[in-house]
Nanobody, 117 residues
Framework: QVQLVESGGGLVQAGGSLRLSCAAS????????MGWYRQAPGKQRERVAA???????NYADSVKGRFTISRNNAKNTVYLQMNSLKPEDTAVYYC???????????WGQGTQVTVSS
């Protein structure tokens, strides 16, 4: 079992920045990759960014050049630095972890990000 706790959401004006944090606990040795997803009202959940155990990252086209995913292994924490925020970035952001060898997915409770125009 893996527990994920997000923090750092809030209200920001367009062009501003926020940093989300996701602290993992439990069977952290089994985590292969972690990522951030978001879900806006009336839309499907979409992957924003991900980082593997080896440090490889990937991003949704909509956030490339604005968002950066990183991690602190000593703190078992993954971050999402969000710059140049746009109103369309408004959503609930969820932290995700993928574990192995029996593949399973874990989710945090979500944190609201609201970008005003």
């Amino acid at each position: 079992q893996v527990q994920l706790v997000e923090s750092g959401g809030g209200l920001v004006q367009a062009g501003g920045s926020l940093r989300l944090s996701c602290a993992a606990s439990g069977s952290i040795f089994s985590i292969n990759a972690m990522g951030w997803y978001r879900q806006a009202p009336g839309k499907q959940r979409e992957r924003v960014a991900a980082i593997t155990r080896g440090g490889s990252t990937n991003y949704a086209d909509s956030v490339k050049g604005r968002f950066t995913i990183s991690r602190n292994n000593a703190k078992n924490t993954v971050y999402l630095q969000m710059n140049s925020l746009k109103p369309e970035d408004t959503a609930v952001y969820y932290c995700n972890a993928v574990v192995s060898p029996v593949v399973a997915y874990y989710w945090g409770q979500g944190t609201q990000v609201t970008v005003s125009s």
